[in-house]
């Protein structure tokens, strides 16, 4: 597929994972890149992510090893771009408080262990010493889990953004896309509302909005509506001293899990239940109550006020897995949709424009293809 004239690729979306992708292609010879995002990059659903970057509750196994080396690559392409992307290393803490969420984490803890993840069962003790300003309460298990960490998506976006910039790529905001032309099998012109952009590939990587393009070729891609609400706050003191993430269970019967993070400036990130969970309340009450309940571990937040947050809608496959690669019936059709989509950025980008650029079969991604719904 190497070929010596300018190809013109069209990138719709400039989330984490289309302008990733872009950065990519931006490091190959002889290729116009166009990113197209209907409003400004980094804010769909990259903006509302909890940015946990782990392959601690992904199965199967297959499932499990690509986030797990997705994670290993970020360490690249940090050093790849050459500044701070805002990781925060420190690794995953958690606990349990009843019989059976103690019994589901140690087996979790064993099943992964058995898979070569760096994780572990520790002590309450243990638990107290790496956060010295936790009140866990009752605790019957507890693990840390080091390889995990977080990202501020926000300094990723804009490191990345300048860099394709200066790679030479072309990028439109406030450019929706409405449709494509395309002749036989082939996508020779995207749509938008003002004019239209010739290619000769397409990358479709809009999150929620995928289907709905994709369907615009008839091209089916699935997908559950999966909304979350991620809460900040105002500052505090640095509350978590060694932790990136920590997930805490329910104290109270009414309350959920909660998973929480802390940011350089000294804000918190509050989600509540498990990292897939549904919530659309972004009530100011649901904020205060999400903040109320961390204050019960961690007092030392003080007088820090919970601000809400608009509700984010996860790209989410109906089977919950990546759909990666070219269609069968639009044979220039690059798809890339996916949950976990801040964790899989890395492998995504890089070894899509493996399969784009160098037209080889990357078998990694052979569980996620798009005609696995059976339509394209
Ligand atoms: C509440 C929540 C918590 C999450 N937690 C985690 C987590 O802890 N760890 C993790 O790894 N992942 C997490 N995710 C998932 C992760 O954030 C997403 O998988 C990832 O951001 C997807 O990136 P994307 O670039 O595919 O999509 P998006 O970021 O949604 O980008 C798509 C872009 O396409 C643009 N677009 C849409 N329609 C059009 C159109 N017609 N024309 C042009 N442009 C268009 C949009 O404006 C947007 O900028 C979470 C997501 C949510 C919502």
Redesign the pocket.
Known sequence: MTSSRNRNIVI????????SIAYHLSIRNNISITV???????????????????AFGKEPRTYHTLNRRSLDMWYRLSDQLDSDIGIHHGGELRWENTENGAKTLINRVRQLQGWGYPCRIITKDELVSMEPDLSPGNVLASSYSNADFHIE?DKFMSVILNKVIENGISLHSN????DFKRKNDRIYSVI?SETEFPCDIVVL?????TTS?ADKVDVYLPQQC?P???IKTTKCKKIMQNAAIIHAPSKKETHQHIHMRQLDDGTLRI?QGT?EGINSDDSQEHADALLDNLKTYFPAVGMASAITTPV????MPIDGYPVIGFTKSVSNLYI??????????PIISEMATIEIVDGINVEWFVPYRPNRFNTV
């Not at 990587?205 to 909005?209: D, P, Q």
């Not at 984010?312 to 790209?315: D, L, N, Q, V």
Request: charged letters at 5%.
């Open positions: 719709v979306g400039a989330g984490i994972i289309g302008i197209l995002d209907s409003d400004i990059p980094g804010s769909g659903a990259t903006e509302h992510s909890f940015a946990w970057v782990n998506t450019t929706p896309v409405i938008t990587a809009a999150g929620v909005n393009l999966s979350g609400v991620i989600g990292q984010g809608y996860r790209p890339t949709l996916m949950h976990s989509g801040v964790t899989l950025a």
